[in-house]
């Protein structure tokens, strides 16, 4: 059986995971990885095969918990891979987001109708208007729900500058669009990663791991295409030509993913357990 753990909440000081395959001996498994100073509890659900860690990120950092747990599943099951999914967190489009997409569609569909000019120009603003009080909107959510907004919205300043400047509408506000509710149909940010396990040497004492640490990408379907092309369309200086989008590009890719980044971490890791 495949070996998988999905991460389903994670606070500054408490993880829970969820294993796909039942452990066998918890007590050993709790006490490899709770040799390591900062782990206040660590208990398991048997039934539901979930694991709930307190801990201290003062002493030990989340991502180091995962990885050490991650270890001794894999240690318990013949050294067999783990794969390691972070659970996307539910989200939300409003009547507003919806609305704003079906004028953007509607203002697409006009866009290969000749004449009517006045029309296609009113509809595109009003697809504009839409999507700017679609964002604003679920800016004000993220505020309220976790103290900070998702740097996806920062594309509704380039929407704005490309209105101001280069008299684009329908464009940019597709664009702002697919970046701030794109992630709604995409599974591009569930992306996982891969954790191999060899033993390197043993002592009286101790037995020595080294870890790989690789990316798990997902096959993606046609929204993570669009995703990432408007992703991509505003990461770089051509387009529209928005310089005020060049300072804040960056950090339309800063999401907050647990384990981005952690499958660049190839080939270095050591651990030790006690057998």
Known sequence: MELIIAIKHRLDNRLRINFSKSIKNFEKLKAQVMEHNGIETFEYNPVTQNLLIYFDNQIIRAQELLIRTA?????????????????????????????????????????????????????NWISAATTAAAVLEHAVFDYKKKGSVDPEVLSLGLMVNSIVNNKKILIPSALTWISTFGRHFSSYDSEGIILDVTKKREDSKKAYYHLNISKLKNKGNLADLLYVLSENFFSTERGFNNSIFEG??????SHDEFIEGMGEKNDGMVLHFNQ
Do not use: C, W
């Open 71 to 123: 270890v001794a599943y894999s240690l318990e099951n013949s050294l067999s891979p783990v794969k390691i999914f972070q659970i996307q967190k539910e989200e939300f489009i409003t009547k507003k987001g919806l609305l704003s997409g079906l004028f953007i569609l509607t203002a697409m569909a006009l866009s290969a109708i000749p004449r009517n000019e006045m029309l296609k120009k009113s509809v």
């Open 248 to 253: 804040v590009k960056d950090l339309m890719h």
